[in-house]
């Protein structure tokens, strides 16, 4: 009988995992495919770094622009561009620019921002977890858990607004105790950027030395 019961548990737990995850999903591929329709997008932030062992509590304001492949970050006095092939980080108060080509450290430690409205689809699972009332909305709560247990963060939370089906938050669960939360502060999709948008002049900052890592 202890078996039985055992056996009734499990495929309870099993299938209410297996439903959690398909409304997941289908939440997702819908925030995914409204944003895949957007030729670019623009966004205001807020961006914070919490470590309670450490009493660490770090703030700070950034934005953003997407297109296609190609993004321009700013966030705590860096300026960092991406042309689809090679990173520029301007570190403002230093007066230099380094240049590189993204490598595998970077895609293993860190979270593209041009996938953060489909990384759920390669390298995660995912689970939703409920539907929360707050002052400032409706939300659906998901998790997304790495595959690989080699990645720095062991879950990554995001709250997505129910009627829109924008992506308001993101908090990235760190193995070492570091939490990083980002929150949308506006969001504007289908503006126009050129190319050069997404590259760092060197012309028009004659006096910040550059360092070239390729």
């Avoid at 939440?27 to 009493?55: G, Q, R």
């Avoid at 860096?78 to 108060?93: A, C, M, P, R």
Wanted: proline share 3%; charged share 30%.
């Amino acid at each position: 009988m202890t078996k039985y019961i055992s056996l009734l548990i499990i495929s309870l737990l099993t299938l209410n995992l297996s439903a959690q995850e398909n409304k997941a999903k289908t939440i997702l591929d819908k925030v995914s495919a409204i944003n895949k329709e957007y030729s670019s997008i623009k966004a205001e932030f807020s961006f914070s770094m919490d470590n309670a062992e450490e009493d660490i509590h770090e703030s700070s304001d950034g934005n953003i622009i997407l297109k296609g492949d190609k993004y321009r970050l700013f966030l705590m006095d860096v300026d960092t561009y991406f042309d689809g092939k090679t990173i520029y980080q301007h570190l403002i108060d230093a007066e230099e620019v380094n240049i590189k080509e993204p490598d595998e450290e970077d895609e293993e430690v860190g979270i593209s921002p041009t996938k953060i409205f489909n990384l759920y689809e390669t390298g995660f699972k995912y689970s939703y977890v409920e539907e929360q009332t707050t002052p400032h909305g409706t939300f659906h709560v998901i998790d997304l858990f790495p595959l690989d247990l080699d990645r720095p963060f062991s879950r990554i939370r995001l709250h997505i607004d129910t009627k829109s089906l924008e992506m308001k938050s993101l908090v990235s669960i760190g193995k070492d105790g570091n939490n990083f939360t980002i929150k949308i502060k506006t969001f504007k999709p289908n503006l126009e950027f050129k190319d050069s948008d997404f590259v760092f002049d060197q012309t028009a900052n004659p006096d910040v030395e550059v360092v070239d890592m390729r």
